[in-house]
């Protein structure tokens, strides 16, 4: 296949990713509009009603190369999770314990270093009670 039959190619498909994201975009905003300008509707048909515009608008963004590659993107973000090494109970307790006391420990420093800072600007300065 020539070079130029492939810039053809990937411009066509550029244009109709074009369209089918417009599309979906005025799907979705359509059914948030009618949602609001059907008031007069059923609660349960005015929700069913936006869920089916998301569904609808969000199969024809996935038929595009974006929606393509987000799904893509999302598997294998899906497959990272799946190998991550979560911590245990006990080291998550054990964690969070650790920071409370260091919090705690570092509040105190910080306060006598404060006492003694406001001691030593009221001796210097001479306005000490």
């Given at each position: ?103 705690i420990v570092m509040g105190i420093f910080l306060w006598l270093?404060?006492m003694f800072f406001l001691w030593l600007v009221e001796w ?6």
């Amino acid at each position: 296949m020539s070079s130029q039959h492939k810039e053809v190619s990937q411009h066509a498909g550029s244009g109709t990713d074009t369209v089918k994201l417009v599309l979906g975009i005025a799907i979705l905003v359509g059914g948030v509009v009618g949602y609001y300008v059907l008031d007069q509707l059923h609660l349960l048909v005015r929700v069913g009603m936006v869920l089916a515009a998301a569904g609808v608008s969000g199969y024809l963004v996935y038929l595009t190369e974006v929606g393509q590659r987000a799904w893509r993107f999302l598997q294998d973000t899906r497959k990272e999770l799946r190998l991550v090494v979560w911590p245990t109970r006990k080291e998550v307790v054990n964690t969070t314990l650790m920071i409370i006391a260091v919090v705690i420990v570092m509040g105190i420093f910080l306060w006598l270093v404060d006492m003694f800072f406001l001691w030593l600007v009221e001796w210097l300065t001479g306005s000490g009670g």
